[in-house]
């Protein structure tokens, strides 16, 4: 049977950072109380909506462990009373350094969480601090060597090409990431969302951006070093131990079913995409007036789901497998997408292995280009 996933989404934080776009606000903590009662609302409405079974729940925000770590485990409980979660599933909470505590981490192991990934970013107190994150890299080791006497499924996630970030601050941040043997790293390349202050500075002209080639010779770094060390690049921007790969993750990149919970979260049931409105005050009158928050609704035809099918799987490493697409659509992706793939193993940017496409490590460089062409 194949399995599904359950996103909820905490749009908290104690602090904005510079370069974040996610829908997350600072200076909420007056409404911590009604949001938790809203979100448990709305999952108890939607309990009909996808049957499962569930492997993987996925609490991501903003600062989930801003909450107090009871409202985490009321929630939970909710889902486990009313969704049909696997007895294996991964179950992930995302946690800011210098919020973590022992506290925290037991209530967290007694309600089932499994996985946690630390967002961390850079070893560097310096740009730490000029991306606007609040911790140390001493807050952020000693909080990490906490939650390793409690989970033994550690993420940290790592930024390169930030401002004023030199080669030798990545190798220094990745060389003492890998010494900690965290199970699993996400490597994310600094984006320019507008909207951030990290924009309106460089705007302004009061940062400057790194060239792409500079920030490719990071990427290819990484993928070497972390090659080198033991850890998989089994997606473009994420690294695990053997067994290790989130599982949550790539239910996505396979385009499975999936719902999420919570303002701005996207739900993805049968031919449907769900959106939930952003704002938390309009989220939070919807779900107790209408007993649902939608705002965007799209309805996927078989051209939307099989495009999906193609550029999420070739984020993946391994690529995809003609065989699963046939089992998805009923024709093979040769047949859909001959002239792409044909196009794209002539420039170099795929590789065909059997009935298996994946991205070569040009086509990794520039995949955005690669998946425009499965877009019909």
């Not at 985490?72 to 995302?94: F, G, H, T």
Request: proline fraction near 3%; glycine fraction near 6%; charge should be negative.
């Amino acid at each position: 049977m194949v399995s599904s996933g359950i996103y909820i989404h905490i749009p908290f934080c104690k602090k904005k950072c510079y370069y974040c776009d996610f829908n997350s606000y600072a200076g909420q903590d007056k409404i911590f109380e009604i949001y938790k009662e809203t979100i448990i609302r709305e999952i108890e409405n939607r309990k009909d909506s996808l049957r499962g079974p569930f492997s993987s729940i996925y609490i991501g925000g903003g600062t989930p462990n801003i909450l107090p770590p009871e409202y985490i485990e009321e929630i939970l409980n909710v889902v486990y009373k009313y969704y049909n979660i696997s007895k294996d599933a991964e179950i992930s909470i995302e946690l800011n350094p210098g919020l973590i505590d022992e506290n925290k981490l037991k209530i967290y192991r007694r309600c089932h969480i499994n996985r946690v990934s630390i967002g961390l970013q850079a070893w560097q107190d310096n740009l730490l601090k000029k991306i606007g994150r609040l911790h140390t890299i001493n807050e952020f080791i000693d909080n990490y060597k906490l939650t390793e006497e409690y989970f033994d499924n550690i993420n940290i996630d790592l930024m390169y090409a930030l401002p004023e970030q030199t080669f030798d601050d990545w190798k220094e941040t990745l060389l003492n990431t890998i010494e900690l043997k965290p199970t699993h790293i996400s490597c994310y390349g600094l984006i320019l969302e507008e909207g951030t202050l990290f924009y309106r500075l460089f705007k302004s002209k009061k940062i400057m951006l790194h060239d792409d080639e500079y920030e490719m010779m990071l990427f290819h770094y990484a993928i070497s070093f972390l090659k080198q060390n033991g850890y998989t690049h089994y997606e473009i921007s994420n690294y695990s131990l053997p067994g290790y790969e989130c599982r949550h993750n790539i239910l996505y990149w396979k385009a499975l079913h999936y719902i999420g919970f919570g303002p701005g979260a996207y739900s993805y049931i049968g031919d449907m995409r769900k959106g939930n409105v952003k704002d938390i005050k309009t989220y939070i009158e919807m779900i107790n007036k209408d007993g649902f928050a939608f705002d965007d609704i799209d309805a996927l035809d078989i051209k939307d789901k099989m495009a999906e099918f193609m550029f999420l799987g070739l984020r993946m490493m391994k690529g995809v497998c003609d065989k699963d697409f046939i089992m998805r659509f009923g024709k093979s992706m040769f047949t859909v997408y001959k002239d792409s793939i044909e196009k794209n193993i002539e420039l170099n940017l795929l590789e065909r292995e059997g009935d298996t496409i994946h991205l070569t490590q040009k086509g990794i460089d520039i995949s955005n280009n690669v998946f425009e062409d499965f877009l019909l």
